[in-house]
């Protein structure tokens, strides 16, 4: 009995001194505010929410390491995570630029990015290549939503 106690005592401090050398200081992950998949509510304004935050907090948790959550804008997140000043950005698509300096996970989040338009709407284009070629060829026709 007492050498199983002894084998689970430093199999825990191996676990513990394992996950402290993954993450010797929290990790500094930047979000911006984009509902759902990661936000501020009302009555938590301190607890980031979200199915990409939750996921995030979930695994490192796991790993025995703790979050930071940081605020920025977008553009703000990026160059702070070129530069070193922020450890990890959620939601960001990979592209040659960010390739320079980001590693990239899997993809984690199960939703797909798509525009939606009212069936009785006076577009004849039934997806949105077909919508966004129409709107560049007939300049001034409702290109201000892309400016809201």
């Known amino acids: 009995m007492k050498r199983l106690f002894y084998v ?15 993450c010797p200081a ?12 990661h936000y ?16 995030l907090t979930a695994v490192l948790s796991s790993m025995g390491c703790k979050v930071n959550y940081v605020e920025l804008p977008w553009k703000r ?24 300096y980001a590693w990239f996970s899997d993809s984690y989040n199960p939703g797909r990015t798509l525009l939606w338009i009212r069936k ?15 709107q560049w060829s007939h300049p001034g026709r409702d290109q201000r939503l892309f400016l809201r």
């Open 40 to 55: 501020y509510e009302a009555e938590s304004p301190t607890l980031v929410r979200g199915y990409a935050a939750e996921v």
């Open 8 to 22: 689970w005592l430093l199999a825990s401090w191996a676990q513990l001194a394992s996950a402290a050398s993954l």
């Open 77 to 100: 997140i990026l160059h702070e995570m070129e530069f070193g000043r922020v450890d990890m950005a959620m939601e960001a698509n990979i592209n040659d630029d960010r390739a320079r």
């Open 120 to 134: 009785d709407s006076h577009y004849p284009e039934q997806d949105l290549a077909s919508w966004l070629a129409s």
């Open 26 to 37: 929290p990790i500094k992950v930047g979000f911006d505010n984009w509902p759902p998949y």
